[in-house]
């Protein structure tokens, strides 16, 4: 096959071979006799055709159940805010990995770097610090999610665009449209979690926050409310390729499991492979964008770090430190008289600061601080992270959009027309 065929039929589904081969094949009548025909999708093939109609047939893209959109919409609200919920203190413990400012980093190994803020900080306010921002914008973030991703997948493919292209055009578009609802979230999330307990005396995170709603108005009055959206382009690029390859990778993986089974019933085993599978490679690919993101959002000043919550400032520099806080600048060389003292926990001269919105300046400064190794923090629990949230969020997207299907029919056939 040549390579522009290859490239033609990347945007063409497979449907249009199959019609070219029922055209060719009712347009000869006499090139053999018509001993017998089957029935195919509306077309008569000659008997004398290779089919095998012992093999299980799949469903082309076009003709796989459609949910309505409500369904869709409910089923992945509820199936993403489980999966979020779920996996929300190995969030944090790739937050602290990604963000903390010290050097050598106090976290290092997934395994230890959890049991620590357990055993420092405890659960509920160090493994689940930012749960509650985090919750306020997942369950209407991925409402959002699925109702984008069906619309434009639906569009795409009616279209005959190949599958594969809806899939990831669907991912895409529908991040975009939900992070409108998400990245304010995912700021105040980030934060908290880099913080940890209120008064942390085991982390310095340069953030003292009393709880969400506090976070949410320190932000507003010291930053601005654009604070809320601040990191917005570095969390785009993060989540943006993310969603595209997460469904792209399970929109194929779920079909070939089909194909595999014979049935659309592939289990629930194959259900979790899938999804988590999927879930797993977009965030391990995805993890430079994840750790620029981080830093862009957490990162602050040193030289205009507020004191440690136990160590009072002078009374007449407390408002000016207080509205310098947030204060971030491009600064690859930091000098030794603008450190803090090494009781503050701060990184020592000479780490690098990652104080810029750009994404790229980012990605370039951390490769060159810390090398690939840089980019690749936190790896570990965010591929774990990404793949049992996938998992648990595509598991439940699934199993209610059947039971959403079952009441359904269970109330038209007690209310027929």
Known sequence: MSLTSRIFGLFTTTETLNSDSASLASSSPSSAPNVGSVSNNGFTASSTSVIDLNQPTTMPEEDEPRPPYLNAMLAGGIGGTCG?????????????????????????????????????????????????????????????????????????????????????????????????????????????????????????????????????????????????????????????????LQFAFYEKYHKMAIDWMGTRDIGL??????????????????????????????????????????????????????????????STSPSSGSMPPPSHGAPPPGTARLDTSSFFTGLRMIYQSEGLAGWFRGVGPRGVWTSIQTGTMLVTYQYLLKQFEAWQGSDEAANPL
């Not at 259900?271 to 999927?278: D, M, R, S, V």
Request: include cysteine; charge should be positive; glycine fraction near 10%.
């Open 84 to 244: 979020d919920m779920l996996m929300h203190s190995l969030d944090t413990v790739k937050t602290r990995q990604q963000g903390d400012p010290h050097f050598p980093p106090k976290y290092t190994s997934m395994g230890s770097s959890y049991a620590t803020i357990f055993r420092q900080e405890g659960f509920f306010r160090g493994l689940y610090g930012g749960v509650t921002p985090a919750f306020w914008g997942s369950f209407p973030g991925t409402v959002i999610f699925f109702g984008v991703y069906e619309f434009t997948k639906r569009r795409i493919i009616d279209a005959g665009i190949n599958p594969s292209i809806g899939y990831l055009t669907g991912g895409f578009m529908a991040d975009f449209a939900a992070s409108i609802v998400y990245v304010p979230s995912e700021v105040l999330k980030t934060r908290l979690q880099l913080q940890g307990r209120y008064n942390n005396p085991h982390f310095y995170s340069g953030y003292n926050y009393r709880s969400t709603t506090d976070a949410l108005r320190t932000i507003v009055r010291q930053e601005g409310f654009s604070a809320l959206f601040y990191g917005y382009k570095a969390t785009i690029f993060r989540d943006l390729p993310f969603s595209a």
């Open 269 to 330: 085993g194959l259900e979790i492979l899938t999804a988590a599978t999927a879930g797993g490679m977009a965030g391990v690919i995805t993890c430079p964008m994840d750790v620029v993101k981080t830093r862009v959002q957490t990162q602050q000043n040193p030289e205009s770090s507020s004191p440690k919550p136990t160590e009072q400032a002078p009374r007449q520099n407390a408002s000016q430190q207080s509205l310098r806080a947030q204060a971030r600048s491009i």
